[in-house]
């Protein structure tokens, strides 16, 4: 086993998923690219992309400066470009052994894409009739639209995975059978058996669960809530509860949850929402008893205070006496907690928890049943939809290795980066996180319409490029001549004497790139845009401006921090890249265009005070002044290269161009270069 230090947001994802590789995908305008990325460990981006609980967010460096990127929506945002697009690889291999898969919710489904690309035949059984589990009825529409979890279920289902739906473990089948037929059993079951407060009155009509009364909504069968509804909980299912509530006509809805706002589960963007659409959230109360003749009438609660930390580490709520207060209530809706329903597991042997979860050997699923394997919430409890797919993804590899008579694997410890220090916190420019844009909250309530609307392009390039890119700064090779230009260059202090080189400490790098471009050695890399594919780029575009045989060819090179969208001006004369900031381009750089015979090169910087790197634009400058210093030494001349942010300068160099001619190197003359 070796350390892997990572970026910390992708320590943070259950699935490891690359983020910083596909924000800076999107950050260049390259949306298939930061899907193919995401797909690698990620069956199901498009619902990721809108229901992930982000606790990639929460490890986000850029918080320590703003706001943390807003990751989850730039998902979405890859997927909403290319969803006309299919990614689905082909198995690479082709095994004999049948697997069969029980349950369709996010780990099954993530657990059968993993074994049909090994290129196992997999079976999905399914009690319901539809697929996805809870994905498919157990989330709003407004949340996550069906034909979204429909599309990326017929994706996985295209690797040649058979489904068998409407039939239940214990009543049509059971694993000893399974294991007759099959080599491996997988359950995913999940939980969605609801869990009761101690609470007398709870059995009375109008008292229902969170998660039956959504998937009742899902199918069509919609219930008289009347025109008072509490809802009991903090967690997404009762947000989500509350807002359906609000969208079937329901005047008075009341979110009530015993801890206070820092520790409800749902997210906090979820909570602003319901707010927003004139849901209640009353804290610190749990009922106690449900009066009604026959049918709820009133819910009398108790006021609670935080105690000490419980299990879960949240402080434990504790009753204040003769705190007792009622609230009219026409329906109670319980969203407080869910377990497996453990009666299908008793009769086959496995060994199960108190609770009803299944007991397995580690993190890979194995159960005290050879063959049998068992992940996601009937092992764990409710998890979230990113924790489930990490689930069903080990067991998959567990399983494979058990079919291949596999004893081990060798694995990466992955190390999170360290936090910036304060030194490095206060060189950063803050930006501003994009908002999502939603659907005004007048339209909410006619339908279940998505709320979310997705990022717009600029929306998503500006937002990709508030990204610190974590550990993708600079390394100090070891043809590196000591001369500490680095340490005196960096904008960021982060370059000190080594014992032998410099160093460089990843965890700080900005990735600014100043130091490479400055290093008199060539000593210094960046992990990501490197000056050969800054040239690679440059040939490209040079080869492609040829193919159109302008009468004087200009390249023109502008800062993606400067003009997120695109380059600053169009124009025909004008083949342009992109760069994360100019300050990496230095003078041979910008001298290469010329040897490839471009007429004149052209830079887009950014105002000195809006630099994202502080040094970079400043840095820019001094080196276009010696690339001319060559230019003129050469003969090309030195008019051919300047700073341009605005078309209507274009023209006015434009003449320049047509003063000096085409560059000598065009027409086969030699120069000293």
């Not at 690359?18 to 390259?30: F, Q």
């Not at 850029?62 to 945002?77: G, T």
């Not at 890859?78 to 697997?99: C, G, H, M, W, Y």
């Not at 009742?216 to 299912?237: A, F, K, W, Y």
Request: net charge negative.
């Amino acid at each position: 086993m070796s350390d892997k230090a990572i970026s910390p947001c992708q320590a943070a994802c259950p699935i490891h998923t690359d983020v910083r590789g596909y924000i800076s995908a999107i950050a260049r305008g390259d949306a298939e690219e930061a899907i193919r990325i995401i797909r690698q460990v990620n069956p199901l981006p498009s619902v990721c992309g809108r229901i992930c609980t982000r606790l990639c967010e929460k490890a986000c460096r850029r918080a320590q400066v703003d706001e943390p990127v807003s990751i989850r929506a730039l998902k979405r945002f890859a997927v909403d470009q290319t969803k006309d697009l299919k990614f689905i690889e082909s198995p690479q291999n082709s095994f004999e052994e049948r697997i069969a898969i029980v349950g369709s919710g996010t780990a099954g489904l993530t657990a059968a894409h993993d074994l049909a690309l090994l290129g196992y035949k997999v079976t999905i059984y399914e009690a319901q009739n539809v697929l996805g589990g809870l994905l498919s009825e157990g989330i709003p529409k407004y949340r996550l639209p069906k034909e979204v979890v429909k599309g990326e279920i017929n994706d996985i289902l295209s690797l040649g995975i058979e489904v068998r739906t409407g039939v239940s473990l214990g009543k049509d089948f059971t694993l000893e059978g399974l294991l007759k037929d099959y080599h491996a059993v997988f359950l995913a079951v999940g939980s969605q058996k609801s869990l009761f407060p101690k609470c007398k009155g709870s059995d009375l009509a109008g008292v229902i669960s969170g998660i039956e009364f959504l998937k009742q909504v899902s199918r069509g069968q919609i219930p008289d809530l009347g025109e008072r509804v509490l809802v009991i909980g903090g967690g997404h299912t009762a947000i989500d509860a509350a807002r359906t509530a609000v969208r079937l006509g329901c005047p008075d809805v009341t979110i009530v949850y015993r801890r206070t706002l820092a520790e409800m589960p749902a997210g906090r963007e979820e909570v602003d929402e319901a707010e927003t659409e004139g849901i209640n959230i009353l804290y610190l109360a749990s009922p106690v008893e449900v009066t009604g003749e026959g049918k709820v009438q009133s819910v009398r609660f108790v006021k609670m205070e935080l105690g000490e930390p419980d299990a879960s580490k949240r402080q434990r709520p504790v009753p204040v006496e003769g705190s007792e207060f009622e609230i009219e209530a026409d329906t109670m809706i319980l969203a407080i907690g869910y377990t497996p329903d453990a009666e299908a597991l008793k009769h086959d042997g496995l060994n199960l928890t108190k609770k009803g979860t299944v007991i397995v050997k580690d993190a890979t699923g194995i159960t005290n049943i050879t063959g049998v394997f068992a992940a996601g919430d009937v092992v764990t409890g409710p998890l979230s939809v990113i924790e489930a797919m990490a689930s069903g993804r080990r067991a998959a590899e567990a399983i494979h290795r058990y079919l291949r008579n596999q004893t081990g694997i060798d694995i990466d410890n992955v190390v999170a980066l360290r936090s910036l220090d304060d030194d490095v916190i206060d060189g950063i420019q803050k930006s501003e996180r994009q908002k999502m844009p939603v659907l005004p909250v007048k339209e909410r309530f006619s339908g279940f319409a998505e709320v979310d609307l997705g990022y717009t392009q600029e929306q998503a390039r500006r937002e990709a490029l508030r990204c610190l890119n974590c550990g993708a700064g600079a390394s100090v090779l070891g043809n590196c001549a000591v001369c500490l230009t680095c340490v005196r260059i960096c904008p960021y202090g982060i370059p000190v004497p080594g014992r032998d080189i410099a160093e460089i400490d990843i965890s700080q790098c900005q990735a600014c790139g100043i130091c490479a471009a400055e290093c008199p050695a060539s000593a210094i890399q960046l992990s990501f845009e490197r000056k050969e594919d800054v040239r690679a780029e440059l040939d490209q575009v040079i080869d492609f401006a040829r193919q159109e045989t302008p009468e004087f060819l200009v390249i023109g090179i502008y800062c993606r921090y400067a003009s997120p969208v695109g380059p600053p001006f169009e124009s025909d004369e004008v083949y342009w890249i992109g760069s994360f900031c100019t300050g990496r381009i230095n003078e041979s750089q910008l001298i290469y265009p010329f040897e490839m015979g471009a007429d004149g090169v052209i830079v887009s910087i950014c105002a000195d005070d809006e630099c994202r790197f502080r040094d970079g634009s400043r840095q820019m400058k001094e080196y276009i002044k010696r690339a001319k210093k060559i230019l003129n030494e050469t003969g090309i001349g030195a008019g051919r290269l300047d700073i341009i942010a605005e078309e209507e300068y274009f023209s006015e160099f434009r003449k320049k161009i047509e003063a000096l001619g085409v560059n000598p190197i065009r027409t086969g003359k030699k120069v000293e270069v």
